[in-house]
Structure formats: C-alpha cells, structure tokens
C-alpha cells in the first residue's frame, strides 16, 4: 500500500503520483499448514513460523515449520501416489491435469502477482509481467511434453525416477516452484517441494490450485520450513532424484550429502555474470540493458549482470550515462506500478548487501549511489556501483545478491574475456556489440551457461539453464529439463 513514506519525491521537483496495485482479491488465510497427501495438515511439532512484508516489516501470515516427521510423511504420499496412481496413469491424461494447472494460474495470476510482492517485496510489475506469465508457460510447455516423451529421446524408453525431492530459494519463488514441479511431473514422477522460508506464499497458493485443479493426492506435497527442513527433503532415503537451486555453499553440503547415493540431482547455483559492452554497441541500449540486468528485482537473480566490462574508449559515457540514469529508477513500494527497484528480501539478505557495500570501500573502490529516498520502514537498498575495482577484489569475485554493480574498463577481446571468465562462477553473461562475428567469437569463449547478446534475462520455458563451475550442475528448462526426470533405456 502507498504510503506518506512509501511515496516517493525527486528532489528536482517532480514525482509519480502513487499507482498502487489492489489487494482487494487476495486471500490470504492467517495461517498455513504444510500441503500433504492433498490437504493441507497440521506439523508434526505444532511450530509455525512468521512471514514478513519485507517493505513494511509487518507479519502477513503464519507458516508451518516442517520436520524431518513432516518430510519423512510427505515423502510417503508421494510414493504412494507415484505407486498407486501417477506413475501409473496414462501420459496422455497427466498432461491434462498439467495444463489445468497453467490455465487455473493464469486465472488467478493477479492475486499471484500481488502475493509474491507482498512476501517477496519485488516490484509488481515484474512480478506481474515476468514470474507469473512464466510460471504458468513452463506448465503449459512441460504439459505438452507428457505424452510425447518418445520424440524427447528418440530411439530410447524414458522411464520416471520415482520421487523427487525439491528445495527453491526466494528470488523467484513461484517461478522456482514451476521449474521444478512441471517437468517432474509431466515425466511421471512425485514431488516433495520445500519453498524458502522467506516467501513461502505463492508456493502455498500452488498447492491450493494444484488441488482445485484435482491431481491425485500425494502427487504434489508442498513442505515449508528452513534450512533443517531443505535437509531432510535432499537427505531422505525414499527420494530418488534431488533439485536444489540457491546458494553454492548449500549446494555444495547437499552435493557432499549425495555423494555414493543413488539419487539423481541436479544443482542451480550462483552467479557472478559479466556483461561487456564494446565501444560500436547501441550505448543508450547497452546502459538500459545493464540498468535491467542489475537494478531491476533488486540484483537478486541468480544470472544479474552484476559485473560491467566497458570497452576503455567508451566507459566515460557509458558510465555518465549509467549514473543518470540510476537517478530516475524508483525504489520503494513494491505493489506501485512505478516502482523499479522494491524491497530487499529479508533483514538478513539486507544485511549481507550492506557488509558488501563495507567490503568495496574498505578494498579502496569507489561507490557510487543514486541519491533518491527510500522508504523508512522495510528493507532498502538504493542501486549502487563501484568503479576503480580490480579483478581480485570481492565485490568482482563474490555474489552479493544486491543492486550492486562493479564496473571494470577493457581494451581488447582476449582481456574482456579473460576478466569475465575469471571468477568462480560461470552462470551467466552478456554481450553488446554491433558485430554479429564479435559475438559468435565471445559466447564461445565466456565460460557461462547462458550468454545473451545484445539484450539480458531474457527468459523461456524452452531454452535450457544452468551454470558451468561453481555455478551448478545440470541444465533446467527446455528438452534439457526432461532429461534430468527420466532414466533412459534402450
Ligand atoms: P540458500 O542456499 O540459502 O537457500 C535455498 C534453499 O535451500 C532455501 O529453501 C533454504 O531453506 C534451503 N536450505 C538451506 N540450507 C539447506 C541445507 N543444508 N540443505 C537443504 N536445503 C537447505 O539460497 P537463497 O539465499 O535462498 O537463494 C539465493 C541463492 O540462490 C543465490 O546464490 C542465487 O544465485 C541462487 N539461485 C540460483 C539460481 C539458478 O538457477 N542457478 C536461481 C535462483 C537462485
């Protein structure tokens, strides 16, 4: 809701009037419990756990706080569900319940929107346009995938894996939860999902529609909880396949954990993306480009472009540019329409973002920050950048998860290549230039999963994702999606 302090003002004497999205057709209940065999239980323990408005600091609802009992009952359903009915049931009819899926979402994709910008504090319009429309394209795409497993892999019989044991982060939470649950399903395989523990909502929301939409009980069980109960979902003995996306330290311990099981898995971790602009590229389409890549979602995306390569020749402009045009990005109320940049996630991700914001300065870098309000409640952070870094200085190095931006200067190709590729991580990167060969040279070079030229986070439910070295392991999305749902035999 807009308020006096939510409002923002630009000192230069102009100002949006407040365009704030209803909240009129949400419902949400006062407390949920964990989505279990098709209803919706009470936790073993009876604990429940807050979650937080992130751009007011106030509760919304209470959530249940599942346990290893809680995991260990909904692993049960799910088997049972995959014996008794899904794994069974005729391809063709698992992809009708599937698109029912899709079409109640986008029935309801208002009160989506606004719930996942509630809890998540991103702006409206992201979620609006991006995670909602997205979230309902990966059930539409993955439905259609059901009964057509055949021409998926040609010459080979797709068998599902039984179980599958599922754990998404906060950036995008029902988008996460779209990823992971639709293809499984569509190869004909169960599902355990536990949510973030800081926007569990829209996933809760999912479990209602994936029960007006009348899947069979067990098929999809939807376990909230924190880091124990991500844990007890990966570690459990009855899970056959493992999806984790989040942080790479996380994916590391449960990668640790699989080792010498027989589970599947697949890993979604960090990012540290390099986007490098050269002196012929579109620059005013460049700098926007950059602003999307960073700035938009608060930089909590996994692929943001949080590092800037400019080619020498041409980094003054870019940069005056860039400055700007941080001056006219709007942070403040998530549900405005005019809001650019919401809310940070959580104090603790806050946090995080604001020891980096230390880091820089104390590695001598110097920070710059646009200079407009923010609210006085809730979890702000204006969009910042840092020049004059160098390639081993943290802020270059490690994710920060924030609207933060470290800017390097090239000269040549080899160098920009080498800077890019020189971090831990390999999610990710972007391109701009006007010479088509410049580009084909580049995305073949930079160690990324996804390298987009001349636009960023572009997104579809068809073009597999995933990261090389310390960014993951395994692809998502796309006919890659399927491969890491089925076992092949001849
Ligand atoms: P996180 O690793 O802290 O948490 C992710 C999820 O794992 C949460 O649900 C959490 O409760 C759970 N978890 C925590 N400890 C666990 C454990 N020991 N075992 C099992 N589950 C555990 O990450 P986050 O802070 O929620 O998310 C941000 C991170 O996610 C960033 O690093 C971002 O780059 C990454 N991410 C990657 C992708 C991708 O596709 N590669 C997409 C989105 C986010």
């Not at 499984?184 to 007006?212: F, H, S, Y």
């Not at 330290?249 to 979604?268: D, F, H, P």
């Not at 084909?440 to 579809?460: C, E, I, L, P, S």
Request: charged share 25%; glycine share 10%.
């Amino acid at each position: 809701m807009a308020t006096p302090e939510n409002k923002l003002a630009f000192d230069g004497g102009w100002e949006y009037d407040p365009a704030p999205e209803s909240t009129d057709h949400v419902n949400i209940k006062k407390r949920y419990g964990l989505f279990i065999n098709g209803e919706f239980v009470a936790p073993e323990k009876g604990k429940y756990f807050d979650t937080v408005n992130p751009a007011t600091e106030e509760k919304i609802c209470r959530v249940a706080e599942g346990t290893e009992a809680d995991i260990d009952k909904a692993v049960k359903a799910a088997r049972e569900a995959y014996q008794t009915s899904w794994g069974r049931m005729k391809p063709a009819e698992r992809g009708k319940y599937i698109y029912r899926i899709a079409r109640i979402m986008q029935e309801r994709a208002r009160e989506f929107s606004v719930i996942e910008s509630l809890d998540g504090g991103k702006p409206i319009r992201e979620s609006r346009d991006v995670d909602i429309p997205l979230a309902a394209a990966h059930f539409f795409y993955y439905a259609g995938w059901a009964d057509k497993l055949e021409y998926a892999f040609p010459g080979r019989k797709a068998k599902s894996l039984g179980v599958a044991g599922q754990v998404i982060p906060w950036n995008f939470p029902l988008l996460m939860a779209a990823w992971k649950i639709a293809p499984a399903i569509a190869c004909g395989n169960t599902v355990v999902l536990k949510p973030a523990e800081t926007t569990p909502l829209t996933a809760l929301k999912l479990a209602e529609v994936i029960a007006d939409a009348g899947l069979p009980p067990g098929v999809v069980n939807i376990v909230t909880g924190a880091g124990a109960a991500g844990a007890a979902v990966v570690q459990h003995p009855d899970v056959d396949k493992v999806a984790f996306t989040g942080s790479t330290n996380v994916g590391r311990s449960i990668q640790k954990a699989l080792a010498g099981t027989n589970k599947k898995y697949t890993l979604e971790l960090g990012g540290k993306a390099a986007n490098i602009i050269f002196a012929d590229a579109a620059i005013d389409q460049a700098v926007e480009g950059i602003v999307n890549g960073i700035f938009f979602n608060q930089g909590h995306v996994c692929c943001a472009g949080s590092r800037l390569l400019v080619q020498e020749s041409v980094a003054d402009e870019v940069i005056a540019k860039l400055k700007d045009r941080m001056e006219t990005l709007i942070v403040g109320d998530p549900l405005d329409k005019n809001t650019d940049i919401g809310a940070i996630n959580s104090l603790m991700q806050l946090e995080k973002v604001q020891s980096y914001l230390k880091i820089g300065k104390a590695e001598g870098a110097e920070m710059h920050q646009s200079s407009c309000r923010v609210p006085k409640k809730g979890y702000w952070c204006r969009p910042t950048i840092f020049t004059g870094v160098s390639q081993s200085n943290r802020v270059v190095q490690e994710e920060i998860f924030g609207p933060v931006l470290a800017i390097q200067t090239f000269r040549r190709e080899d160098e920009a290549i080498i800077k890019a590729n020189n971090t831990p991580y390999g999610l990710s990167g972007g391109v701009w230039t006007d010479k088509g060969s410049k580009i084909f040279k580049m995305t073949q070079d930079m160690r990324a999963g996804v390298v987009w030229a001349n636009t960023f986070n572009k997104f579809d439910p068809t073009s597999p994702f995933g990261g090389y070295k310390e960014s993951g392991v395994g692809r998502e999305g796309g006919l890659h999606g399927l491969d890491a749902y089925v076992k092949l035999g001849a």
